[in-house]
């Protein structure tokens, strides 16, 4: 699939603090329609992605994440409520990006209910006012971005930069929905970077925040774009994979340890790259194995425990599932 962006000149861009413009998605039935509403957003500063089908949005939507999406009701394919929809429920969709949803005039009452109760931030009909339109998006970015600088500050760790528990949490409640609906794998690693001796110990706040960072600097170019990065509530480091089983764990463990090895080459004060703990649950299929989200973290964290007093011989990583029974 291949797209092209219509951006405005610099000098049209909105003066906002932005280095790049705005991304509107639109997608309307008509070509003619699809083209006029294109060359008023562009001439306002906006930069556009044009489409005339339902599905073809639907992916650009998820390719590109738009900063906004102006989505006519009668698309061919599926309509502007069912992009929507499916949107609304997709797990790396940001939620608050505002949709504006169009239609022919009049409208039925409950189409425009259906809109408003499945996400939609207004609900326009033909002819649209072009003017009015423009005032609205600026209103909607601009609540956005402050919804979004106020979320990053409460949901992110800002010593190590990656997701608090409670972020962590919610992200794997939206990833344990889409993998049970689907019947994906779904896995949750926790890791801990230790030296010979055992290193920081959980309940050593200072220290386990200081062997994250350092962990993090060496180990996040290993992570997919996917996974979801976070920390446990006792501050240890947790990852979210989604479509992932056992064995992709384990595959993941191995990237890992080698992007360690290349990163620290050299370095000094910090544990050699086998060096590290991890826990692990994981299943094939998620639908089999119905649990609480926060049972995700919950078990890899217990996997990890096992193993939190290493011997010369024993694994640097456990699965839940092979926990001894005592």
Same mark, same amino acid.
């Given at each position: 699939?291949?797209?092209?962006?219509?951006?405005?000149?610099?000098?049209?861009?909105?003066?906002?603090?932005?280095?790049?413009?705005?991304?509107?998605?639109?997608?309307?039935?008509?070509?003619?329609?699809?083209?006029?509403?294109?060359?008023?957003?562009?001439?306002?500063?906006?930069?556009?992605?044009?489409?005339?089908? /339902?599905?073809?949005?639907?992916?650009?939507?998820?390719?590109? @994440?738009?900063?906004?999406?102006?989505?006519?009701?009668?698309?061919p394919?599926?309509?502007?409520?069912?992009?929507?929809?499916?949107?609304?429920?997709?797990?790396?969709?940001?939620?608050?990006?505002?949709?504006?949803?169009?239609?022919?005039?009049?409208?039925?009452?409950?189409?425009?209910?259906?809109?408003?109760?499945?996400g939609a931030?207004?609900?326009?009909?033909?002819?649209?006012?072009?003017?009015?339109?423009?005032?609205?998006?600026?209103?909607?970015?601009?609540?956005?971005?402050?919804?979004?600088?106020?979320?990053?500050?409460?949901?992110?760790?800002?010593?190590?930069?990656?997701?608090?528990?409670?972020?962590?949490?919610?992200?794997?409640?939206?990833?344990?929905?889409?993998?049970?609906?689907?019947?994906?794998?779904?896995?949750?690693?926790?890791?801990?970077?230790?030296?010979?001796?055992? /290193?920081p110990?959980?309940?050593?706040?200072? @220290?386990?925040?200081?062997?994250?960072?350092?962990?993090? @600097?060496?180990?996040?170019?290993?992570?997919r774009?996917?996974?979801?990065?976070?920390?446990?509530?006792?501050?240890?480091?947790?990852?979210?994979?989604?479509?992932?089983?056992?064995?992709?764990?384990?595959?993941?463990?191995?990237?890992?340890?080698?992007?360690?090895?290349?990163?620290?080459?050299g370095?000094? /004060?910090?544990?050699?790259?086998?060096?590290?703990?991890?826990?692990?649950?994981?299943?094939?299929?998620?639908?089999?194995?119905?649990?609480?989200?926060?049972?995700?973290?919950?078990?890899?964290?217990?996997?990890?425990?096992?193993?939190?007093?290493?011997?010369?011989?024993?694994?640097?990583?456990?699965?839940?599932?092979?926990?001894?029974?005592s």
């Open positions: 699939m291949s797209a092209a962006i219509s951006t405005p000149e610099p000098a049209d861009m909105p003066n906002e603090g932005h280095q790049h413009p705005p991304v509107i998605l639109i997608a309307t039935e008509g070509d003619w329609a699809g083209r006029s509403l294109e060359s008023v957003l562009v001439a306002h500063g906006y930069a556009v992605l044009r489409s005339g089908d /339902g599905e073809d949005a639907l992916a650009l939507a998820k390719r590109y @994440q738009p900063d906004a999406m102006i989505l006519d009701e009668h698309l394919g599926l309509s502007g409520i069912e992009v929507m929809k499916l949107l609304r429920e997709e797990p790396g969709f940001d939620a608050s990006t505002p949709i504006v949803i169009t239609a022919p005039s009049p409208t039925q009452r409950q189409v425009r209910q259906e809109a408003y109760e499945n931030w207004d609900f326009c009909t033909h002819p649209l006012e072009a003017e009015t339109l423009i005032l609205k998006l600026s209103t909607f970015l601009r609540a956005r971005r402050a919804l979004s600088e106020a979320r990053e500050q409460a949901l992110m760790d800002q010593t190590t930069g990656v997701l608090t528990h409670q972020s962590l949490e919610r992200w794997a409640e939206q990833l344990a929905a889409r993998a049970s609906r689907n019947h994906e794998p779904l896995a949750c690693v926790v890791l801990m970077p230790s030296d010979a001796k055992g /290193g110990r959980a309940n050593e706040t200072d @220290q386990v925040t200081g062997a994250v960072s350092s962990f993090l @600097q060496l180990s996040k170019d290993a992570f774009r996917s996974d979801i990065v976070g920390r446990t509530a006792d501050g240890r480091l947790a990852l979210l994979a989604p479509d992932t089983d056992g064995d992709g764990v384990e595959g993941m463990l191995a990237r890992l340890r080698a992007a360690i090895a290349e990163a620290s080459a370095a000094t /004060g910090f544990p050699s790259p086998t060096e590290f703990k991890a826990g692990y649950w994981a299943v094939h299929d998620f639908a089999s194995a119905p649990l609480e989200p926060s049972e995700l973290i919950r078990r890899a964290a217990k996997a990890l425990d096992h193993i939190s007093n290493p011997s010369p011989t024993e694994r640097l990583a456990m699965s839940f599932d092979k926990i001894p029974i």
